[in-house]
């Protein structure tokens, strides 16, 4: 077994490793989607094997306070990154003005076979939001306003945006690029019970001059819609994007005809009439879970700290001067020293050699 | 030349900065070629150590002023284009082999190493518009500034690590071996040069735990393979290769030279050539 294992923690089988890891590394370069995520997976299994068999078997490393905390971590970081592709969530979410969190309006799902969070407890109602832009459209800050539960039967107002994400039940949800405005409609049929929703334009500023969307109401024909929008955008000043600010106009044609509505007008249109209720937003928010992230940071930290601990251990009592046949006295002004032939090495220096 | 808004007042204490360096860097190989004369034990004026660590400190605080005086021209520091980046990294890798030049005399000669390589980051700056671009909201983030001050530090040591490779190369070469008598033999050299590169490592893991954390925050990932993070990451390895290949096997000490200057080069090119590449220094996520 022991035979076994030191072959195992052989250096070579490191290399190897290290030379695998980085083939795979240079192959994931902006995640191309026909590289396997085994040319990451079977390299780290590999150094995992041969970092385990080294900590069990190297005494240069066991025996070596500092180096055994920073190969633990180094097993650990693996690990616990391993568990994290296996446990987390991604996806993305757009998400209206006034409205509540719901685990059906996620779209693009990826998760791991564990994953198994609570994000059936998340609870959040989008508020407003503005965001800043300097001259060129160039996007700034984002301030999201959103309500969550207080924990006595209220609701709280938290502000997030760009590098705040809003963190509920593990779940991090950032504010994205992707957000803009919408309409709510309400839909009264010639016979039938009025149906009121949202339909939402495309990203804005991105597509300034694409404000356009359509809509096909229960029992009736399909809708096309257009919105003009007077945002105040300017492109040579600063300018904050604020839905509350806006307004909007909805421009609709259907059977060739062009009907401008303002909010809380009604057009008459086959089949039902068409209730232009208000002007509203949408933010698209990215999520992202892994319950080992706090874990990752606090490995990598130990074992950071590990290696320094031996550096300084190792090399505190062989100070850089040590080296030096050359000390100059400054003090008196001059620095005129000894050549150093190089006879007189220090022995301990030499000692080093081949073990940093 | 000139901003809508008037000059670019960081340029003046730009330039001056770096004629500093310039001087630093003249009288540093003026130095060593006159100690080539002496035979061994002779006594060597080394007086010139004092001309360049003053016109080096000079360049970094003239350096210092030209990015504060940036910094209140375009409202943010140098974190975004390649010009201030440029910039802040003179700055950095100045002041770091500056105090490492004054606080251990014995490397001071690989000063003919290393601040020629610092001028290629020098010349550099001299090619760039300073023209000032937009602060990303995703560099509102205090890690931001822990990663690349991380970051900075590595990269010093690594200049300190391929000055001395430097040396130990270039006393390869007949004529020039002379120049280099002053200093400790290639042995010792090399213990000393890899010392550095293990500090180097060490702030190169935290830079990659800072990133990874600032990632985390901005852009709702800790890693995403694109060109800054996969080639430092590989740097990272090769590093971490080269310092369990040394501890392992007998490596020549002209190979382990040139394998750290090779480890520099990688680090230049991931810093200067990924964000140069990809225009922005983390591309597509700001």
């Known amino acids: 077994m022991m035979i076994v294992l030191r072959y195992m923690a052989s250096t070579r089988f490191t290399l190897a490793g290290m030379a695998l890891l980085g083939v795979g ?7 191309p989607v026909n590289t396997p995520v085994w040319v990451l997976v079977v390299p780290l299994v590999l150094l995992a094997i041969n970092l385990l068999s080294a900590i069990l078997t190297n005494a240069r490393i066991n025996r070596r306070g500092g180096l055994l905390v920073f190969h633990l971590g180094l097993l650990g970081i693996i690990i616990l990154a391993a568990i994290g592709r296996l446990t987390h969530m991604e996806a993305h979410l757009e998400i209206i003005q006034g409205a509540g969190f719901m685990q059906d309006d996620l779209m693009n799902i990826r998760s791991g076979p564990w994953h198994s969070g609570a994000l059936d407890k998340v609870m959040f109602v989008q508020g407003p939001y503005t965001v800043d832009y300097a001259p060129g459209i160039t996007r ?6 959103v309500m969550v539960p207080d924990g006595h039967g209220g609701w709280a107002q938290k502000i997030v945006g ?6 509920m039940e593990g779940y991090r949800f950032y504010t994205t690029f992707n957000k803009g405005f919408s309409t709510t409609l309400t839909w009264i049929p010639d016979r039938g019970s009025p149906v009121t929703g949202t339909v939402n334009m495309p990203s804005y500023p991105m597509f300034e001059f694409k404000q356009s969307n359509s809509w096909t109401p229960p ?11 007077k945002t105040g955008l300017d492109d040579k000043a600063h300018w904050v994007l604020d839905a509350r600010q806006a307004r909007g106009t909805l421009v609709i044609n259907s059977n060739d005809r062009r009907i401008e509505l303002q909010p809380g007008e009604n057009a008459v249109l086959d089949g039902g009439v068409l209730r232009y209720e208000h002007l509203s937003s949408w933010m698209g928010y990215k999520l992202f879970y892994d319950p080992t992230l706090q874990w990752l940071f606090i490995t990598a930290i130990i074992g950071i700290l590990g290696l320094a601990t031996h550096f300084w251990r190792k090399f505190a009592a062989l100070p850089i001067h040590s080296a030096s046949g050359v000390k100059p006295d400054w003090s008196k ?18 000692k080093g050699q081949n073990n940093v | 030349m000139f901003d809508i808004n008037g000059v670019y007042t960081e340029l003046p204490w730009l330039y001056t900065g770096l004629a500093a360096y310039a001087l630093a860097t003249v009288v540093a190989i003026q130095g060593v070629i006159r100690v080539r004369g002496g035979s061994a034990g002779a006594t060597v004026n080394r007086s010139y150590e004092h001309f360049v660590l003053g016109f080096a400190a000079a360049g970094v605080a003239l350096l210092a002023m030209s990015l504060g005086e940036r910094w209140i021209r375009i409202g943010h520091g140098p974190f975004v284009d390649l010009f201030e980046l440029l910039m802040s990294q003179l700055f950095s890798l100045g002041l770091i082999y500056t105090l490492i030049y004054w606080r251990y005399p014995v490397l001071r000669a690989s000063a003919v190493v290393a601040l020629p390589l610092m001028w290629v980051l020098g010349i550099w700056v001299l090619t760039l518009d300073p023209v000032g671009s937009p602060f990303p909201p995703t560099y509102y983030n205090n890690w931001l500034w822990v990663h690349v001050g991380f970051g900075k530090v590595f990269l010093s040591f690594c200049l300190v690590g391929a000055g001395i490779a430097g040396v130990i190369l270039l006393r390869g070469i007949e004529r020039i071996s002379s120049w280099f008598r002053q200093m400790p033999a290639d042995a010792v050299l090399d213990a000393l040069a890899w010392r550095f590169m293990l500090l180097a490592f060490i702030f190169h893991s935290l830079m990659l735990v800072a990133g990874a954390v600032w990632a985390q925050d901005a852009w709702g990932r800790y890693w995403a393979w694109d060109a800054l993070e996969t080639s430092s990451f590989l740097n990272w390895l090769v590093l971490g290769a080269s310092i369990h290949a040394r501890t392992t096997y007998k490596i020549p000490i002209r190979w382990g030279a040139v394998a750290i200057f090779g480890i520099f080069i990688f680090a230049f090119l991931t810093y200067f050539g990924a964000p140069f590449y990809s225009e922005a220094a983390h591309k597509g996520v700001i």
């Not at chain 1, 700034?140 to 306003?145: I, Q, V």
């Open chain 1, 219 to 229: 029992g009736g024909k399909e809708i096309n819609f257009w919105l003009q929008l």
């Open chain 1, 333 to 350: 002004g001059q620095g005129n020293v000894a050549v150093n032939s190089g006879a007189h090495v220090s022995a301990a220096v030499h």
């Open chain 1, 25 to 31: 590394a240079a192959l994931s370069y902006d995640n």
């Open chain 1, 140 to 145: 700034g800050l984002t301030h999201s306003h």
């Open chain 1, 162 to 167: 760009d590098d705040r994400p809003l963190i």
